[in-house]
């Protein structure tokens, strides 16, 4: 009875070990270089086994190891700025896998420090005026074009004297002792004064607040005010007269 006891439990454990002994998954090493399409390394890269969370990313030369199900699997390289790329293995235990840049990507980053930029781009805040709104007034300046166009844009007269200098106030007053103009950049150029003429302006771009002003540094602490002059264009040639 004890001996047929003994079979029994010993059959019970052969049973209940055998699906994980014969399903138990060996996991197989793979090894890879990543770089780009003019053989430069590529640090970072994502490299993930299609289908789990198995994952790793490239080092400082480029390289990897992952260890997959199988020398069958496919594994999908993802790095910013480059096409991401799946890779079947077919029986390879190491790879060398060059990324394409992706242009499209790279076509969405924006520079609103010395260039143009798609204002649904922008995440701050940014208020545009036209060359509309200086040829339909009668104004002697830029700052006076700006008078009450732009929310959180004020223009004051320095002392209430008629004929006096304007000055442009973003965000209010910052500083009691440092100057609270904001930065003017005129076709790229910075400036601390605004010496052009309001007939000569295309466009300008009010950057308000911190985060669309921040490749400014401290300089651009009181906002900044880009401007786009008037330039020459292909085509037929036009002229205008201003009786202002």
């Known amino acids: 009875m004890r001996k047929n006891l003994l ?15 014969s399903f138990a998954q060996t996991l197989v090493p793979v090894t890879g270089t990543v770089s780009d ?5 590529l640090a970072g890269v994502q490299v993930v086994e299609k289908g789990t969370t198995r994952a790793t990313i490239t080092d400082a030369k480029g390289q990897f190891t992952l ?5 069958d699997a496919t594994l999908t390289f993802s790095f910013l700025g480059y096409v991401t790329r799946n890779l079947a ?6 790879v060398q896998v060059p990324l394409d840049e992706d242009n499209k990507t790279l076509d969405q980053v924006v520079v609103i420090g010395y260039g143009s930029q798609s204002k649904k781009d922008i995440t701050g805040s940014v208020a545009v005026v036209s060359d509309k709104i200086v040829n339909d007034r009668m104004v002697t300046s830029i700052e006076d074009a700006l008078r009450g166009q732009i929310a959180g844009v004020r223009v004051n007269s320095t002392d209430g004297q008629a ?9 209010g007053t910052g500083s009691l002792n440092a100057t609270n103009s904001p930065l003017y950049v005129i076709d790229g150029v910075t400036s601390e004064t605004l010496d052009v003429s309001p007939n000569d302006i295309q466009s300008m771009n009010i950057l ?18 880009i401007i786009t002059t008037k330039q020459g264009a292909k085509g037929k040639t036009r002229g205008s007269l201003s009786g202002k």
């Open 7 to 21: 079979k029994c439990i010993a059959v019970f454990l052969f049973i209940a070990l055998f699906p994980a002994s």
């Open 89 to 94: 293995l077919n029986g390879r235990t190491r």
């Open 163 to 171: 004929g006096a200098d304007l000055e442009v106030r973003i965000r």
């Open 37 to 41: 399409n003019t053989g430069a390394i």
């Open 208 to 225: 308000k607040d911190a985060s669309a002003s921040a490749i400014y540094g401290s300089r651009g602490a009181n906002g900044v005010i």
């Open 67 to 71: 260890n997959v199900a199988n020398y």
